[in-house]
């Protein structure tokens, strides 16, 4: 593995986890058009102000709870477990990811 492939997969998961803020912050703050590009797309949100609202915050509330989360858990992981293997490099990767569909389960849920 090249120095580039290591630096890339070392900081891939904190800009995973920066993006998960970056859309959930306007989520929670309310500040989504229904329709828009950000935002929980279903029949119901997009047919009622109230549940896009709703389904929204709580989606974008959860997003920068677990982005925040995200970023510190990888921190965990790159400081007190050490990048020696390819798996170890990797696998940091996984946890905005997973954290990101979490954020999307609890939004689905209010919608």
């Given at each position: ?21 970056a ?19 279903t ?69």
């Open positions: 593995m090249t120095p580039l492939e290591r630096q890339l997969l070392r900081f891939m998961p904190y800009g995973l986890s920066l993006l998960c803020l859309m959930g912050l306007p989520m929670a703050l309310s500040m989504t058009e229904p329709g828009g590009f950000l935002g929980v797309h029949d119901r949100t997009l047919a009622d102000p109230v549940a896009w609202n709703t389904a929204n915050m709580a989606g974008g509330v959860a997003m920068v709870i677990l982005g925040t989360a995200s970023a510190i858990t990888v921190y965990g992981l790159h400081r007190f477990w050490g990048m020696d293997s390819k798996l170890k490099l990797v696998l940091p990767v996984f946890v905005p990811v997973l954290f990101t569909l979490w954020s999307a389960a609890i939004a689905l849920k209010y919608a």
